[in-house]
């Protein structure tokens, strides 16, 4: 079982930066796929950003220029530096790992810490 454990969440202004942090319990974290979705009031949970263990990333439309994530394998930890944050960031932000054993997925989220970007 692996265990995510997100911090760094906050209130912050528009225009205004925060750093996101998912930090895995295994280092079946290094083989891992790792992503940052969010969840907003009555809507569905969407990708964010997500990155391979070779380093790939790739970004939802809404955050590319404003956003980078970034893992260290040595902390088994994913990061989510958020940039110009924009009133409509504000969501609940969920990690997530994938990984595969064999012909198996197995995928697990973090509790969710909450964004909110006052205008």
């Known amino acids: 079982q692996v265990q995510l454990v997100e911090s760094g969440g906050g209130l912050v202004q528009a225009g205004g930066s925060l750093r996101l942090s998912c930090a895995a319990s295994?280092?079946?974290?290094?083989?891992?796929?790792m992503g940052w979705y969010r969840q907003a009031p009555g809507k569905q949970r969407d990708l964010v950003a997500r990155?391979?263990?070779?380093?790939?990333?790739n970004y939802a439309d809404s955050v590319k220029g404003r956003f980078t994530i970034s893992r260290d394998s040595a902390k088994n930890t994913v990061y989510l530096q958020m940039n110009n944050l924009k009133s409509e960031d504000t969501a609940v932000y969920y990690c997530?790992?994938?990984?595969?054993?064999?012909?198996?997925?197995?995928?697990?989220w973090g509790q969710g810490t909450q964004v909110t970007v006052s205008s």
């Open positions: 295994k280092s079946t974290f290094r083989s891992s796929t």
């Open positions: 990155i391979t263990n070779g380093g790939l990333t």
């Open positions: 997530k790992a994938v990984s595969m054993i064999g012909l198996v997925t197995y995928e697990y």
